[in-house]
């Protein structure tokens, strides 16, 4: 599978990525817990980060080549690197990508697209787990996305790559609904 056959699909209200040029059909829909997670991050990385870095989430291609397309849940790319961004999505890996497990994307995220993401030279991949609420950080050190750090509570997430970034686990969950959320599973 490419990205020329995968765009030229029909849709059929189904969310799919092409991984190692295999079609991946995503989990469903996130679910609330998910998107209150996503839009706490993104409302807090834009705080710090708007002025320096174009953030963009989920539904969105990331072209990284012809048959390894896929859609973190949220996108970081530097101004001067915005030529990436075209019609089609991004083409080219971003400086940052998040990905928020959810219990059918666990496996995926933490090893098949980290393979990926590493394999395309994305310098930074953070995995935020809904479940432990922790945030993992790996980094790119030579052609290795390696784990450098799990931030958890009131640790505060800093990135040297990333120098706007500066905030806590524990205020991306602080969330009256999401905490309701989380303790019901």
């Not at 990284?64 to 075209?86: C, G, M, Y």
């Amino acid at each position: 599978m490419t990205y020329d056959i995968y765009a030229a699909m029909p849709d059929d209200g189904l969310r799919y990525e092409v991984l190692d040029g295999s079609l991946e059909l995503m989990s469903p829909g996130p679910n609330t817990s998910h998107q209150i997670l996503s839009y706490n991050l993104q409302f807090t990385l834009a705080s710090g980060c708007r002025a320096e870095y174009l953030i963009l989430s989920a539904p969105l291609d990331v072209i990284l080549s012809p048959t390894n397309v896929v859609q973190p849940d949220l996108i970081f790319i530097r101004p001067e690197r915005a030529d990436i961004v075209t019609k089609r999505g991004i083409e080219g890996p971003p400086d940052l990508v998040v990905e928020i497990l959810s219990p059918g994307s666990r496996h995926r995220d933490r090893v098949r697209k980290l393979r990926i993401y590493e394999k395309h030279g994305v310098p930074e991949y953070w995995i935020l787990d809904p479940g432990a609420q922790t945030l993992e950080q790996h980094l790119l050190q030579g052609d290795r996305l390696e784990l450098s750090r799990v931030y958890e509570g009131e640790d505060v997430v800093s990135s040297d790559r990333l120098p706007c970034v500066s905030f806590t686990v524990a205020g991306v969950f602080d969330d009256p609904t999401l905490r309701r959320l989380l303790s019901s599973n």
